[in-house]
C-alpha cells in the first residue's frame, strides 16, 4: 500500500512553468514507477509522463515532450512533473499515480493522488 499526496498547483499564464510534487507514505515510493495523469473537464483521463522505479527509463505523452520533466528523488519519496512553456490546453486536474509497471494506460494503475487543479490562463 502507499498514499500519494499532490502539491504545486495552481493559476499561471500561457508559457509559464509549474512545478508539481507527488509525496509517497507507506510503502516507499522507490517499489513502483510513478504516473502522472491529466484529466479536464468531460474528458477521459490521460497519461503525461512516467517514470521507472529506478528513474533510469522516462515517458512522455507527445503533447507535453519537451516541456514537462518527469523526474523522482526515492530518498524523500517523492516525484516531481516540471512542466515549462505551459499552454491554455493543459488546464487540468492533475494526479500522481504508483503501479508496478511503467505504462501508459490509466485504467492500470493502482493507486492514485487526490489531484491538483492546473489552470493556464490564455
Known amino acids: 500500500q502507499v498514499q500519494l499526496v499532490e502539491s504545486g498547483g495552481g493559476l499561471v499564464q500561457a508559457g509559464g512553468s509549474l512545478r508539481l510534487s507527488c509525496a509517497a507514505s507507506?510503502?516507499?515510493?522507490?517499489?513502483?514507477?510513478m504516473g502522472w495523469f491529466r484529466q479536464a473537464p468531460g474528458k477521459e483521463r490521460e497519461f503525461v509522463a512516467g517514470i521507472s522505479r529506478s528513474g533510469g527509463t522516462t515517458s512522455y505523452a507527445n503533447s507535453v515532450k519537451g516541456r514537462f520533466t518527469v523526474s523522482r528523488d526515492n530518498a524523500k519519496n517523492t516525484v516531481y512533473l516540471q512542466m515549462d512553456s505551459l499552454k491554455p490546453e493543459d488546464t487540468a486536474v492533475y494526479y500522481c499515480?504508483?503501479?508496478?509497471?511503467?505504462?501508459?494506460?490509466?485504467?492500470?494503475?493502482?493507486?492514485w493522488g487526490q489531484g491538483t487543479q492546473v489552470t493556464v490562463s490564455s
Open positions: 507507506g510503502r516507499t515510493s522507490s517499489s513502483y514507477a
Open positions: 499515480a504508483a503501479n508496478r509497471n511503467l505504462n501508459v494506460y490509466y485504467q492500470q494503475w493502482g493507486y
